[in-house]
């Protein structure tokens, strides 16, 4: 590693940096996040839309929506384009790849993600995932979230 290069959090060695970084790993194998897959199974379920029909769908900001599309784009999974009868508009609409992407399913993801791990392994990783989010819910009730 660069000395000169700023630590990335994935990269400082810790229990979280390595959970960031396996994380990411698998946010790529999959086609990013859940608001990306959110996209996906849009698109997949209502076949092209506008980015601001999206937007509304999904009720987030439109700054946060374009960089989605963008990493999305760069990705494979969707391609933009202007509308041919409103040019102010863009259209976005899944590629093959986002087409299979919606229709892999969740247990083909995990074979090939985890192929690592035996299935008793995955079993132990599985139950550990679990409690940590039963304590983050738990966590989210009592305080809050804060």
């Not at 990306?36 to 769908?57: F, N």
């Not at 995955?122 to 139950?127: A, D, F, G, M, V």
Request: proline content about 3%.
């Amino acid at each position: 590693m660069n000395t000169d290069e700023p630590i990335k959090p994935e990269d400082d060695g810790t229990l979280h940096g390595l959970f960031l970084r396996c994380s990411n790993i698998i946010s790529r194998r999959i086609g990013g996040n859940a608001s990306r897959r959110r996209i996906i199974a849009l698109l997949d379920e209502r076949g092209p839309l506008t980015q601001r029909e999206l937007r509304e769908l999904l009720g987030i900001q439109a700054g946060s929506l374009s960089e989605l599309v963008s990493r999305m784009e760069k990705f494979g999974v969707l391609t933009r384009a202007v509308d041919q009868r409103d040019r102010r508009r863009t259209v976005l609409t899944l590629t093959e790849l986002g087409y299979k992407r919606a229709r892999e399913p969740r247990e083909m993801n995990d074979e090939r993600l985890f192929a690592a791990l035996t299935p008793e392994e995955r079993e132990e990783l599985r139950q550990m995932l679990q409690k940590i989010d039963d304590a983050h819910v738990k966590w989210e009730r009592e305080v809050g979230g804060r």
